[in-house]
């Protein structure tokens, strides 16, 4: 899609644009927390997985960290140095667009400008509900890109195919998709569903899997638009789960990347494994999240 001067509306008149670093008003008395740097079009709209928020995008973990070495994915056992740094994706990104970073509600409840909570577990309609009032806060002109990880990317599927005209392209890392309920057992599936519903006092976003798939397969097809899908390549550690935890209902590493293979097949593109990662991507490899990132905000450009 070429962008042609004058064709995209400007942004509203009580917008935050430029740097932001707080909560920003969504409407109905809501606020919602967001993190925007750069400058250019189209605005990249990073997206987080349950329970995390933009503060991920800000971060990376340590060059130096053992976990980097590890065969499996060290991180979600809480192994791992994560810093602050220039080279993560937001301050990477933003050196060559705008780019935003935000909280769900009820993924942070500590610090200052929280986003207004929710009763939880939520659908993911709520979500893509925000995401639009979001943009329109955030005086994001025309399509944007979406980059997804994880829950998200039911969030991004969702809205890009309910409002294609909003979005420039997607970028999914290691994102959630509908396809999995195609790749796992029924049973496997409202086990999942139930796990990823369930809330506690570190998690207290809670999320419905089910519903999104059934609502992404309701909504009209997905568009063709720029594109890229990173996959994890580091295996789960199920060596340090509970022998009694495990059992035939459980998503298997297995399970997650047929998922992937049948998420990209869906957006015609080449699925990318070689990511030296575990399922926080951006976390152990930025700079691959960020070309990727670059090379669909150059293809809208250019109207590829």
């Given amino acids: 899609m070429l962008v042609v001067a004058g064709l995209y509306p400007a942004p509203a008149a009580d917008a935050v644009v430029g740097d932001v670093t ?14 925007c740097r750069g400058t250019g079009s189209p605005t990249v709209i990073l997206m987080s997985g349950k329970g995390n928020g933009a503060e991920d995008w800000l971060q990376v973990l340590a060059p130096d960290d053992p976990a980097h070495d590890s065969p499996g994915d060290d991180l979600p056992w809480g192994f791992g140095e994560l810093i602050r740094s220039q080279d993560a994706v937001l301050p990477s990104a933003a050196r060559f667009t705008r780019v935003c970073a935000y909280d769900r509600p009820d993924v942070r409840f500590e610090g200052a400008d929280l986003t207004t909570p929710r009763s939880q577990p939520h659908s993911v309609d709520l979500d893509v509900a925000d995401l ?13 890109v979406l980059v997804a990880h994880s829950y998200s990317g039911v969030v991004a599927t969702l809205f890009t195919r309910t409002q294609p005209e909003k979005v420039a392209g997607l970028v999914m890392v290691d994102a959630l998709s509908e396809h999995m309920a195609d790749v796992i057992s029924p049973a496997q599936l409202d086990n999942w569903d139930a796990s990823n519903a369930a809330t506690s006092p570190q998690v ?59 998420l990209a097949t869906s957006l015609g593109v080449e699925l990318i494994t070689a990511t030296d990662s575990g399922h926080d991507i951006y976390l152990y490899n930025p700079s691959l999240v960020v070309d990727a990132i670059e090379r669909v905000v150059e293809e809208f450009r250019a109207g590829v």
């Fill in 204 to 262: 207290a976003e809670g999320v419905r899997v089910i519903d999104a798939f059934q609502q992404i397969d309701a909504a009209p097809a997905m568009p063709a638009i720029p594109a890229v899908a990173l996959a994890v390549d580091k295996p789960w550690r199920t060596d340090l789960l509970p022998p009694e935890s495990l059992s035939s209902e459980q998503v298997t590493f297995e399970d997650w990347r047929a998922g992937q293979d049948r």
């Fill in 132 to 144: 639009d009032a979001l943009l329109t806060a955030v005086g994001a002109e025309g399509p944007s």
């Fill in 22 to 35: 707080g909560a920003v008003d969504i409407g109905a008395g809501r606020s919602m927390f967001v993190a």
